[in-house]
């Protein structure tokens, strides 16, 4: 029997869909392997590294994974900390060993540090089989974000809402002179000009939309240009 | 008497025309809208989310949980009364055991996965729409399916063997409605009911018939997942 593929590269895929045939290939991630054919699980692009097949999810809810930097909202003060909410199906733990380097007394009121509804960019450093979340507010940049407003995408689009080493949120940054701070979460902060923020959620919804379309940056370029 | 010709006029192994649509709800997780004849199916998924009450809870798996819901003055005759029934909760029950089998939720501990089926306009075969419907919400969602499940409903009329049988065939007095919901990659059966009387020899030819017409609703529904990506100005 021939091994071949039977999918074009870079094809959108449904899940069931074969995408090659035979045993010299190997299941990528988004992938599994049925008797001798391999097999699509998610919804997106089919690609072919080598001898691995691998998808690239086009939608989903935010799975934690260790070190991603999130943006997180005060949903609950605890005993020895806070629960945020993470944009994903499970909430998370900010303890008070990891929020500050302040010395806390026992019994102080915690609203004092993090009141409920805060936000803030923190990351996740522990993540188990059951799903608990625990993020960290010690490391660089990470801070409570006051003002601005808050959007959410799709967290498979974040890596197109941040470019090829940040270039499309620069661009945006550069055009609409906001401060925008994109999590790995989906949520997106943007603080400036309450004008320009507009310019800026529309340019990102715009972003959020088109992302799986070739020939992104200058199409947002080109709009950016116009929205001026 | 001989079942000479379908009440519509279609060939007895002839689906009904479809058309779906996926991402129809821009506040849902995932939707589509699938149409089989009159029958209009509208579903939206919302999850992986968080349980309530907690005591549903499973550490193992995340749940999925369906609802179905004929809308009043969806269908012939009478108005079906608003809210759940015996009968949408047996259908929602049906559909949670056919849409499970492709779906993998174990990445997702005590969480739901809520499905919602409405049907605004009914001719027979609901439970199949609501099922092709939600297996493309589902994908659209972006969880993890080892398939798409899709259904279509065979049965008899008469003396004659016919495929996707409309609300005037499905009623007729001397017939029988067997829905059957398939995987169609690797053939599994996930739903079989039947309502009527059949001998074993038409019932198998039954069933064969629906496989075969499963695998047009599946051409749909990938057309229609596809499309929804193809878009852009």
């Known amino acids: 029997m021939k091994d071949e593929i039977l999918m074009e590269n870079k094809s959108i895929v449904v899940p069931g869909e074969v995408l090659a045939k035979g045993m010299s290939f190997l299941p990528g991630p988004g992938t599994y392997r049925r008797d001798d054919v391999i097999v699509a699980k998610k919804v997106g692009l089919a690609t072919v590294d080598g001898k691995v097949i691998k998808l690239i999810a086009l939608n989903g809810t935010y799975l934690p994974r260790v070190k991603d930097k999130i943006i997180a909202r005060v949903i609950d003060v605890l005993m020895t900390g806070w629960r945020v909410d993470i944009n994903c199906p499970y909430s998370a733990v900010l303890t008070m060993k990891d929020a500050t380097n302040e010395f806390i007394p026992r019994g102080a009121d915690l609203t004092k540090y993090y009141d409920l509804g805060d936000h803030m960019l923190c990351q996740v450093v522990n993540v188990t089989s059951q799903n608990l979340v625990d993020v960290s507010m010690k490391g660089p940049g990470l801070r409570k974000l006051k003002g601005g407003r808050f959007i959410k995408v799709s967290p498979y689009k974040v890596p197109r809402v941040i470019g090829k080493d940040g270039s499309m949120v620069s661009m945006i940054k550069k055009a609409t002179g906001c401060d925008i701070i994109v999590g790995q979460n989906g949520v997106i902060w943007i603080n400036g000009d309450p004008k320009a923020e507009v310019v800026a959620v529309k340019a990102i919804k715009k972003i959020d939309k088109e992302a799986h379309l070739s020939g992104l940056t200058d199409r947002i370029a080109k709009w950016l240009e116009e929205a001026k | 008497m001989t079942y000479h010709k379908r009440f519509d006029g279609r060939a007895f192994d002839e689906v009904r025309p479809m058309s779906a649509q996926v991402g129809i709800i821009p506040n849902a997780d995932g939707s589509a809208r699938f149409q089989i004849g009159d029958t209009v199916a509208l579903c939206a998924v919302y999850g992986p989310r968080d349980l309530h009450p907690r005591f549903l809870q499973n550490p193992g798996t995340g749940i999925?949980?369906?609802?179905?819901?004929?809308?009043?003055?969806?269908?012939?005759?009478?108005?079906?009364?608003?809210?759940?029934?015996?009968?949408?909760?047996?259908?929602?029950?049906?559909?949670?055991?056919?849409?499970?089998?492709?779906?993998?939720?174990?990445?997702?501990?005590?969480?739901?996965?809520?499905?919602?089926?409405?049907?605004?306009?009914?001719?027979?075969?609901?439970?199949?729409?609501?099922?092709?419907?939600?297996?493309?919400?589902?994908?659209?969602?972006?969880?993890?399916?080892?398939?798409?499940?899709?259904?279509?409903?065979?049965?008899?009329?008469?003396?004659?063997?016919?495929?996707?049988?409309?609300?005037?065939?499905?009623s007729f007095h001397d017939g029988c409605d067997i829905p059957v919901a398939i995987l169609p990659n690797t053939g599994q059966v996930t739903l079989l009911q039947m309502d009527g009387e059949i001998s074993r020899d038409m019932l198998k030819e039954a069933i064969g018939k629906a496989i075969e017409a499963g695998k047009k609703i599946y051409q749909v529904q990938k057309e229609a997942i596809k499309n929804s990506f193809a878009k852009g100005e």
Not at chain 2, 109 to 134: E, H, K, M, S
Request: aromatic share 4%; hydrophobic share 45%; charged share 20%.
């Open chain 2, 64 to 170: 999925l949980r369906v609802h179905y819901n004929m809308l009043p003055f969806s269908g012939h005759g009478d108005r079906v009364r608003p809210g759940g029934s015996r009968r949408s909760k047996e259908i929602s029950m049906v559909m949670q055991n056919a849409l499970l089998p492709a779906l993998n939720l174990k990445a997702y501990p005590n969480t739901v996965v809520d499905v919602f089926v409405d049907l605004p306009q009914t001719d027979a075969g609901t439970r199949c729409a609501a099922i092709t419907a939600a297996a493309m919400a589902l994908a659209d969602a972006g969880l993890e399916m080892t398939d798409l499940p899709c259904a279509i409903a065979a049965g008899r009329v008469e003396d004659k063997i016919v495929v996707d049988l409309n609300y005037e065939e499905d």
